[in-house]
């Protein structure tokens, strides 16, 4: 039985991030991303402005994102998430390509399993 009224308005997902380190080795940074759980409608209308290219990764993510977990500034604090500590996050490369992937596969996903 699906129950539409326990559906929730958001969810996370691991966002694995590989970066090369100091000695030019791969380590994978894990954080959780926070996305909202767009409606078929809106998800049309995702893929059409993607489609017109009126809409990049950058704005896609700023749709689709309300939150994220386990990301920790230079000392270990936990950072909090706002607009500009995202901005920074998603301008550090490869997390926005990484993250725009982790949103479309969480998608994919669900579909599939269906």
Same mark, same amino acid.
């Given at each position: 039985?699906?129950k539409l009224s %326990?559906v929730s308005? %958001?969810?996370? $997902?691991d966002? &694995?991030v590989d ?6 080795k791969?380590? $994978? ?5 926070r996305f ?6 809106e998800l049309d209308?995702?893929?059409e402005?993607?489609?017109?290219k %009126?809409? !990049?990764d ?6 689709v994102?309300?939150g994220?977990?386990?990301?920790k500034?230079?000392n270990? !604090? =936990?950072?909090?998430f706002?607009a500009?500590?995202f901005?920074?996050?998603i301008n550090t490369? =490869?997390v &926005? =390509? $990484?993250?725009v992937?982790?949103f479309?596969? $969480?998608?994919?996903?669900s579909?599939?399993?269906?």
């Amino acid at each position: 039985m699906f129950k539409l009224s %326990s559906v929730s308005q %958001s969810y996370l $997902t691991d966002i &694995r991030v590989d970066m090369l380190d100091d000695n030019g080795k791969v380590k $994978t940074q894990v954080f959780k991303a926070r996305f909202k759980r767009v409606t078929q409608q809106e998800l049309d209308r995702i893929h059409e402005r993607l489609q017109e290219k %009126s809409l !990049n990764d950058t704005e896609l993510l700023n749709e689709v994102t309300v939150g994220f977990d386990d990301v920790k500034d230079e000392n270990g !604090n =936990p950072v909090e998430f706002n607009a500009d500590n995202f901005a920074a996050l998603i301008n550090t490369f =490869p997390v &926005r =390509p $990484t993250m725009v992937n982790a949103f479309f596969a $969480t998608i994919n996903n669900s579909v599939r399993k269906n």
